[in-house]
C-alpha cells in the first residue's frame, strides 16, 4: 500500500517560507550579536602577569581597560598594584615607576626608575618572574613582539645578576602555568 502525501496549498508554502525566513534571519542577529559581544568585551580587557603561589610560574589575570588612561601605563600600574587573586604572588618591586616608553615597529623600550633594580629581593627564579611578567603583559598586546627594558634610560646587563636584558625580550610561554 502507497504512502499517502501531504501536498500543500500555495498559501500554506508561503507560511512555511516566511516562518523560515524569520528562523534564519533570528539566527543571523543573534550570530552578529555574540560576534559583537565577543569582540567589544575582549577589545576592554588586557592581560597581565603574576607569580604563582610556588614562585615557579606566571598566571595571567585580565584587567578592565580604563579608555581614558594610556594603555602601555595602564599595564604597568595593573602589574604594580599586584594579584586580584590570593592565590598569585606580586613581581614588581616596591617604589617601581615605568618613567617613559617607546615603541618601535613591534618593540616597546620600556624605560624603569632604579627602584625596580635596587629594590629586587633577587634570586634567579624572582628575577626571571619579574622580567617576564612584565615581558608576557606586554607581548600580550598583539601589536608588540618583543620588549626591551632600561634603568634610567641605560642599557642594563641584568636585573640582579641571572638574566641578560642586554637584548629584546620575546614572549615566554615555559614561565606560564599550564604550558
Do not use: C
Not at 642599557?155 to 606560564?176: A, C, F, I, R, W
Amino acid at each position: 500500500m502507497a504512502a499517502n502525501k501531504t501536498i500543500l496549498s500555495p498559501a500554506q508554502k508561503r507560511k512555511l517560507l516566511l516562518v523560515l525566513r524569520l528562523l534564519l534571519l533570528t539566527a543571523a542577529v543573534l550570530y552578529l550579536l555574540f560576534l559583537f559581544y565577543n569582540n567589544f568585551s575582549a577589545d576592554n580587557k588586557l592581560t597581565v602577569y603574576f607569580s604563582t603561589e610556588d614562585a615557579n610560574y606566571l598566571r595571567l589575570e585580565e584587567r578592565e581597560i580604563d579608555q581614558d588612561k594610556d594603555l602601555y601605563l595602564q599595564i604597568f600600574e595593573e602589574l604594580k598594584a599586584g594579584p586580584e587573586s590570593s592565590e598569585l604572588g606580586a613581581t614588581i618591586p616596591d617604589g617601581s615607576q615605568l618613567l617613559e616608553y617607546e615603541i618601535e615597529g613591534e618593540l616597546i623600550v620600556l624605560n624603569f626608575n632604579r627602584a625596580l633594580k635596587d629594590n629586587h629581593w633577587g634570586g634567579s627564579t624572582g628575577e626571571l618572574l619579574t622580567v617576564y611578567s612584565i615581558v608576557n603583559s606586554y607581548t600580550a598586546l598583539e601589536q608588540i613582539q618583543n620588549v626591551r627594558i632600561l634603568i634610567e634610560g641605560e642599557e642594563v646587563e641584568s636585573l640582579v645578576g641571572h638574566l641578560d636584558l642586554s637584548q629584546p625580550l620575546m614572549y615566554n610561554q615555559k614561565l606560564t602555568e599550564g604550558s
